[in-house]
């Protein structure tokens, strides 16, 4: 199937009047990885398998930044959450999952165990210039107004006994504990629905939200750097609507940050990038993006999903609904921008450009 786009681009705005609008070339360089968990990064075990840390799971990755980067100077590797597991509860519920073939998969916190990871990938570079930081970010600090981090440390406290905590050496006794957990996640869910009806975690699956909140969270942070942003995925089916996206309104992306999709699986990993190569930005730095994570919930919230007052979350897949595949002729296929998202980005640019006006005023001399 041949695709070609036709989609229509909107229009380029580069006012001149903002810093806000002043992407210089950066000097320091950063690299991001946004890494998913669940199938992809995170380790999973089935009945009494031995445990293995993330590292050792994912030992080709380390090997290949650390070779890749163990000379470099000015540097910085920045870790972070790349999975839909964005708060405790949602963290807690992932940690038992079932495969096809109704067998229970085990798994440890997502943020006890990247936090181990990336303490240990510190460790390799003890010896060199390289800065390797977890930038501990979840959406859900936005959607309780919380302090950045402080949604990440609670679930490590709160999870973090669970599974491969105090059971990390009596994986036996994994059986036994499965109703408790889930007892808890429903204790909480319940707390979260009853109490923080306003502030219902957006569950966005198709990680649209997640993805744009990281990029321009890391840009906004190092306006003066240039930033490469990888992702790794397990799901083709999450990550090319992504790439389609991007791909196509490109303006969506900070014009200092390139992005590199990767599809990443366990045991079949590819570490080169995805679909057709990197996505260079276009777009200028979205200094308020949490208001763009927060206009995002609205469309959600808008939509007519039966799940939305029974839940703590709002579940969506706004990429699903931000682009079409529209059939031409045999054979040619036109990728299209939903009405959707392209009053998303007319809003978004018009917020823009009076965050920029409010701005100057308040810095006017």
Request: glycine content about 4%; aromatic content about 12%.
């Amino acid at each position: 199937m041949r695709k070609r786009s036709r989609a229509k681009q909107s229009p380029e705005y580069t006012p001149s009047m903002s810093n806000l609008f002043r992407l210089p070339k950066g000097k320091k360089r950063i690299e991001v990885h946004s890494l998913d968990f669940d199938g992809c990064f995170g380790p999973a075990f089935k009945g009494f398998e031995k445990y293995k840390s993330m590292a050792e799971y994912n030992e080709e990755f380390v090997q290949y930044l650390f070779f890749k980067h163990k000379n470099s100077d000015n540097v910085e590797l920045k870790f972070m959450v790349g999975s839909s597991r964005q708060s405790a509860v949602s963290d807690l519920r992932a940690m038992v999952q079932q495969d096809d073939k109704g067998e229970n998969i085990f798994s440890g916190s997502c943020f006890v165990e990247i936090e181990t990871f990336v303490s240990q990938i510190k460790e390799y570079f003890n010896e060199s210039k390289v800065d390797v930081s977890l930038d501990r970010f979840l959406t859900t600090d936005i959607f309780h107004e919380r302090a950045f981090d402080s949604t990440f440390l609670q679930a490590q406290r709160e999870n973090g006994n669970y599974l491969f905590g105090i059971y990390r050496d009596e994986i036996q006794k994994l059986e036994n504990i499965v109703p408790d957990l889930y007892r808890q996640a429903s204790n909480i869910c319940a707390y979260l629905y009853n109490y923080n009806k306003a502030h219902k975690i957006l569950f966005d699956s198709g990680k649209f939200t997640l993805l744009l909140t990281q990029m321009h969270k890391i840009a906004s942070e190092n306006a003066d750097a240039d930033i490469d942003f990888h992702f790794y995925e397990d799901r083709d089916d999450i990550l090319i609507p992504l790439y389609l996206i991007f791909n196509l309104h490109s303006e969506l992306l900070p014009a200092n940050l390139v992005f590199h999709p990767h599809l990443y699986i366990t045991g079949k990993s590819c570490l080169h990038p995805y679909l057709a190569g990197p996505i260079k930005g276009n777009g200028v730095i979205d200094y308020e993006y949490k208001n763009t994570a927060i206009a995002l919930r609205k469309i959600a919230l808008d939509s007519t999903h039966p799940s939305h007052e029974k839940s703590a979350f709002v579940v969506d897949n706004l990429a699903d609904r931000f682009i079409v595949a529209k059939k031409l002729e045999e054979g040619v296929t036109e990728l299209i921008s939903t009405p959707l998202l392209l009053e998303f980005i007319e809003a978004r640019k018009q917020r823009l450009f009076l965050e920029a006006i409010n701005y100057d005023t308040n810095h006017a001399c």
